[in-house]
């Protein structure tokens, strides 16, 4: 599916947090279009003198971090290419994006003790290299990306980004061996060793694969969005790899929002995002053979154009703009309406959502004034705007799976 879509590793994460204080993401559907830099600013500037600071005390014990309100876990997507030893480089792949209405640029802040080189920035719609500046700030340095154009309202802005860091802290040799070790608070993440290098170990439950040209592939999820630790050693091979098909399964960055209206209604508001890669001058709504949507829309998220959806046979798609001519384009989709589901329901006072879901990311927001009690899957709970939801992490080595949420009503007093 969308050209990129792979199987899931199976293992599942679960970090469960409840939180009692109002959410701050704006209205209209900001968790899909929020940008991780905004993010972590509103997230540092909401933390300033309340009780969850997040971190460590003195004496090395946790401190709470702050309550979840984010529908999504983080949304770009990085990949690091250990380059050849002895040159303490790696190669980053990186895909960041911009929602602030208006904005002209994307900011991408250089890790302190890295230094960067090597830079190139390319619109992902169009695969055309963008204008950039990479200036000092302090005592480091950052990428200001120009956009291909002003974001749009209800658009989002991305660029792709390579670059090329130089540390000897993260990349070292113990003898012949490769050590690299990094703190990565990224959610989708891949690593690549140096053709002729096989792995000793890694600390990270992941996806391994044989790319084309041999090399070997690590690709892994970080639920929690947090730092996460990765230690990889790695050893010379006489070793020929065979190539496989196996894709970057966490390149994928479809997301789907299930907005729940009460459930005597058996009733859904769906959001769906994805990028699709896939060569041509169409861009297929393969979502729709499990979301049968009232109300279609579908928006071009790079420009805000809406679509009128085309049929061909059982192949419902939308003509692009821009075909999809290489590996540096992809379409930015937006796929909105209202579904109806019997799995969706009352059932001995409990609200049962029993489903059938897809992709890596799916997000359940329960209606005011439910709590919920039982989750089959793993995923993370929070409060948006008041309203209780449960954000599933799709590790799974199947594209799809079946998940069951039970929530109870409260007794009016929100306790």
């Given at each position: ?71 999504f876990t983080q949304d770009p997507y990085t990949e690091y290419a250990i380059l050849a030893p002895g040159t303490e480089q790696f190669r980053i792949r990186y895909i960041p994006e911009e929602t602030r209405p208006g904005a002209t640029e994307l900011v991408n802040a250089t890790r ?239 609200l049962v959502f029993e489903r059938t879901v897809h992709g890596l990311r799916n997000t359940v927001l329960l209606p005011a004034g439910w709590q919920v009690a039982t989750v089959s899957q793993s995923g993370t709970i929070g409060l948006y705007q008041g309203r209780a939801f449960v ?25």
């Amino acid at each position: 599916m969308y050209g990129m879509k792979p199987n899931r590793i199976a293992w599942f994460a679960l970090a469960l947090v409840v939180t009692l204080i109002p959410a701050w993401i704006a209205a209209q559907q900001p968790s899909m279009q929020q940008s991780p830099v905004g993010q972590q600013a509103q997230e540092r500037s909401s933390q300033s003198g309340n009780p969850f600071p997040g971190g460590t005390n003195p004496d090395g014990s946790l401190q709470p971090s702050a309550p979840l309100t984010r529908l999504f876990t983080q949304d770009p997507y990085t990949e690091y290419a250990i380059l050849a030893p002895g040159t303490e480089q790696f190669r980053i792949r990186y895909i960041p994006e911009e929602t602030r209405p208006g904005a002209t640029e994307l900011v991408n802040a250089t890790r302190g003790g890295s230094e960067g080189s090597d830079i190139e920035v390319h619109d992902p719609r169009t695969g055309k290299p963008l204008k950039f500046q990479y200036l000092q700030q302090g005592n480091e340095h950052a990428i200001h990306a120009t956009l291909p154009s002003p974001v749009p309202e209800g658009g989002i802005g991305r660029v792709l980004i390579y670059k090329t860091y130089k540390d000897p802290r993260t990349y070292m040799m113990h003898g012949e061996d490769i050590i690299w070790v990094r703190s990565l608070s990224g959610y989708r993440l891949g690593v690549i060793l140096p053709k002729g290098f096989s792995f000793i170990s890694s600390n990270v439950a992941a996806q391994l694969t044989t790319l084309d040209d041999g090399r070997l592939k690590l690709m892994f999820a970080n639920p929690s969005g947090q730092s996460n630790p990765v230690t990889i050693h790695a050893r010379r091979t006489s070793a020929n790899f065979t190539p496989l098909q196996t894709a970057d399964m966490f390149f994928d960055d479809i997301k789907t929002l299930y907005d729940l209206a009460e459930p005597e209604m058996h009733s859904m508001k769906i959001d769906q995002s994805y990028s699709d890669y896939r060569k041509g001058d169409r861009a297929r709504l393969d979502s729709l053979a499990y979301l049968p949507l009232q109300n279609l829309k579908v928006i071009d998220l790079d420009i805000a154009k809406a679509y009128l959806p085309a049929r061909n046979g059982t192949e419902t798609f939308v003509k692009l703009d821009v075909p999809i001519t290489d590996d540096k384009q992809s379409a930015h989709i937006r796929i909105t309406g209202t579904l109806n589901d019997p799995g969706y329901r009352v059932e001995g006072g409990d609200l049962v959502f029993e489903r059938t879901v897809h992709g890596l990311r799916n997000t359940v927001l329960l209606p005011a004034g439910w709590q919920v009690a039982t989750v089959s899957q793993s995923g993370t709970i929070g409060l948006y705007q008041g309203r209780a939801f449960v954000a599933l992490i799709n590790l799974n080595s199947e594209n799809q799976y079946r998940v069951t949420i039970r929530a109870r009503k409260t007794n009016g007093s929100g306790r």
